[in-house]
């Protein structure tokens, strides 16, 4: 059996597969009861009606009973509310890795940080443009590069 | 109404019926970062709506769960106002009433992250957020159509004119609800009046206050829709896939 902290944390968000649950920042905790052997993982959406939630659920469930965790329960809370502040070092960059701007830090919270400008992932310019305000998923906005001309996606400040 | 079941139960219709409204526009919207725009907020108001019934439910301890309450009432039986429920009309009437809803609901969000019951505190503090992009997002096509051309600044006008009385309905005071929709109205005209006035368009007169969404009286728009919504799920109860 291996440590079922570790097994949560290899999943890797259905929609966008470059990025583990644990790096985007909506694994919450993993408990194992000493007693039972029961792991309980708590997540929380980064949307209210993010429609990944139940394939996480799933890949949870298969990944903890991989690493031999047959007997675990998947909690969802919405309270303290998903950030993109939560995303880790290593995910931003993996996200810019694949294309995907990652999001600019949200000054106030609450309140939706107005970007004044975002890097393109490709060439690394500040000549970018927003071309819509929503995107592929909840959670992307999409933006061009004026430089190379290459469309991508931006994860908006929430 | 009747603390905080009826409340939540409201909050969560209100949600609901948006998001069924708003989702009518999926492949029809006058361009495709808008379609997406629209669905996206669909989605968001759905997942408020899912959360909102759940707690409805659970509230109501009838051993009913959010797709009882979604699917198998009768329109008499929902609590949304009517301003959800009207026809999408033409664009810049959809973006009236997104711009009054997300101007109600911001506030209202704001204010149920503070209160006392940490259940809808929670969905309070998920749900603003979201609110926020919205109310930004409907408040750039209210100005841009009203501050124009003619054409869309007079359909714009007309909008508004025609939104603008099913607005007061979402303030009607309710001092027994966790938190009182009279008290939202202040940061509700702060927020419309500039924006309005940037768009340079002007309120209607208040006069005209149809209401009664909140004691299951709609309009007849409400029935059409729910029969869409509810087909599927009633013609096969209990389906999975």
Not at chain 1, 42 to 55: K, R, S
Not at chain 2, 28 to 48: K, S
Not at chain 2, 143 to 150: A, C, H, I, S
Not at chain 2, 204 to 214: D, L, V
Request: net charge negative; glycine share 6%; with cysteine.
């Amino acid at each position: 059996m291996s440590d079922p902290r570790t097994a949560a944390a290899s999943v890797v968000d259905p929609e966008i597969r470059v990025i583990t649950i644990d790096e985007l920042g909506i694994l919450r905790a993993v408990e194992e009861d000493p007693g039972s052997g029961r792991v309980t993982v708590t997540i929380t959406p980064t949307y209210t009606g993010c429609p990944a939630m139940d394939v996480i659920r799933s890949d949870i469930r298969r990944a903890l009973t991989a690493a031999g965790h047959p007997d675990a329960e998947v909690r969802t809370v919405y309270s303290p509310p998903w950030s993109t502040d939560w995303i880790s070092e290593g995910g931003r960059a993996k996200l810019a890795a694949a294309g995907i701007a990652p999001p600019a830090p949200v000054s106030t919270p609450g309140v939706v940080a107005l970007t004044l400008s975002v890097r393109c992932p490709r060439c690394g310019s500040p000549e970018t443009e927003q071309l819509s305000r929503f995107g592929s998923t909840a959670c992307k906005a999409l933006w061009r590069c004026r430089s190379c001309s290459e469309p991508f996606d931006n994860l908006k400040a929430l | 109404m009747n603390g905080p079941v009826d409340f939540t139960l409201a909050l969560g219709d209100d949600a609901l019926i948006a998001a069924q409204r708003l989702a009518e526009w999926t492949t029809r919207a006058p361009e495709m970062e808008e379609d997406i725009a629209l669905a996206n907020i669909a989605l968001d108001q759905l997942g408020a709506a899912r959360l909102l019934l759940s707690y409805a439910a659970e509230l109501e301890g009838a051993g009913r769960d959010e797709d009882a309450l979604a699917y198998l009432r009768d329109d008499r039986q929902f609590r949304n106002v009517h301003l959800v429920e009207l026809p999408n009309g033409d664009f810049a009437v959809t973006m009236a009433k997104l711009f009054f809803l997300a101007a109600y609901q911001l506030p209202l969000y704001t204010a149920l992250a503070g209160c006392s019951d940490e259940r809808l505190a929670a969905i309070g503090a998920k749900a603003r957020k979201e609110s926020a992009y919205h109310l930004e997002h409907a408040a750039l096509w209210v100005k841009r159509l009203g501050d124009g051309t003619e054409e869309s600044h007079s359909r714009m006008q007309l909008a508004v004119d025609q939104i603008w009385p099913y607005t007061h309905e979402l303030f009607a005071a309710d001092p027994a609800a966790p938190v009182d929709p009279a008290a939202l109205r202040p940061a509700f005209d702060a927020t419309v009046g500039p924006v309005l006035a940037e768009a340079t368009l002007t309120l209607p007169e208040s006069g005209w206050a149809p209401a009664g969404g909140r004691a299951g009286v709609h309009t007849e728009h409400l029935s059409y829709l729910l029969a869409e919504m509810q087909v599927l799920h009633r013609a096969h109860p209990g389906a999975s896939w």
